[in-house]
């Protein structure tokens, strides 16, 4: 999230009349409450959305093949600002964080392969090394969650104070491992000089290393920067980003190949989001080939979150929107199905 996105928000909500604008600016002023509390579940309220409100029996954009997607909404002032997001197949639920510090497990409620609603939800604060929540914004904004495939870690990555927390057992299978204290914090020395709203936005597995890239950290004309770690080696990378596309989300999908989701905020240009193949180029570029775009008139909000889920030979994708606790956004999730190039 950043503060020029939010700005852009506000413009919008002006135009929708002083009412709205007020209550934008004003839940931009005071802004959401940080994760706090115990581990509980909350009340998630569904409804359907179609991909394209022009012509709602199309079920296609590009290489994705629409299976249902929902606005969600709830009463407990937490729910909110989605920004990571991962699928646990042991349970089918989908696991996430975001920019405020909490934790969400969602279980998708889903007529064959058809995503319909959330069954059950639940939220609980991001707890540091100390078993505490965070107590400001700058150390809650949790920006990505995966999988550490060497130690088995469930890794939290953070822009604005540049870390990850890692933490042993938690799961979206079991609300109560949100409970959980860090066990230990990464603050890779290859990612400190990125600016402070600048940094990790979107993180991924590679094989046995790390891939984390930067919402908006310049890295030559037209791209930003990116790092692959793995154990003490640190690879300085680069991915593209056209016309303003910044990645807000990764996820591996074969060795050496990758799903980058991207999206271009709406300043000047209209709000835009991206599904791209990811693979190495050369010198450290990353180079993609995009899949599927998803601009209005399709149905598209801020996408911060892409999580893979893989079942009978066949490749489905989560996507979940951040709302920035803005009235005039929602929060998204979305259901497609990869099909073949």
């Avoid at 929708?16 to 115990?38: E, K, R, T």
């Avoid at 959330?118 to 505490?132: E, F, N, T």
């Avoid at 400190?192 to 908006?216: C, H, M, P, Q, Y």
Wanted: aromatic share 6%.
């Amino acid at each position: 999230m950043t503060g020029q996105w939010i700005l852009g928000l506000l413009l919008r909500a002006a135009s929708l009349g002083a009412f709205l604008s007020g209550a934008a600016y004003a839940a931009y002023l005071v802004g959401p409450p940080l994760g706090a509390g115990a581990v509980r579940e909350i009340k998630v309220a569904a409804a359907g959305v179609p991909l394209d409100p022009t012509n709602p029996s199309r079920t296609q954009v590009g290489r994705l093949r629409y299976l249902g997607g929902v606005a969600l909404t709830s009463p407990d002032k937490g729910f909110g600002g989605l920004s990571g997001l991962m699928f646990e197949p042991a349970c089918n639920r989908l696991l996430a964080v975001n920019d405020t510090g909490s934790w969400f497990i969602l279980q998708p409620e889903e007529s064959g392969d058809r995503l319909i609603g959330v069954r059950a939800a639940h939220i609980a604060p991001i707890l540091d090394m100390k078993g505490q929540p965070p107590d400001r914004k700058y150390s809650a904004d949790a920006e990505a969650v995966m999988r550490d495939l060497v130690t088995g870690d469930t890794l939290v990555w953070f822009e604005l104070d540049h870390r990850a927390q890692r933490y042993r057992g938690v799961s979206a299978c079991d609300p109560g491992t949100l409970a959980t204290a860090a066990h230990a914090v990464d603050r890779p020395a290859a990612i400190r000089g990125w600016k402070s709203n600048r940094g990790v936005e979107a993180a991924s597995v590679d094989g046995t290393a790390i891939l984390l890239f930067a919402e908006s950290e310049p890295a030559g004309a037209g791209r930003m920067a990116a790092v692959r770690l793995e154990g003490t080696e640190a690879i300085l990378l680069s991915y593209p980003a056209p016309d303003g596309l910044l990645a807000t989300s990764a996820a591996e999908l074969g060795p050496g190949v990758h799903l980058l989701l991207q999206r271009r905020v709406p300043r000047m240009r209209r709000l835009a989001v991206t599904i791209s193949l990811l693979r190495p180029g050369t010198d450290g570029r990353l180079e993609r080939e995009e899949i599927a775009r998803l601009e209005p008139p399709l149905t598209v909000d801020n996408m911060e979150g892409l999580a893979i889920r893989r079942e009978r030979g066949r490749i489905f994708l989560y996507l979940v929107s951040d709302n920035n606790f803005l009235p005039v956004q929602r929060t998204l999730l979305m259901k497609f199905e990869l099909l073949a190039g």
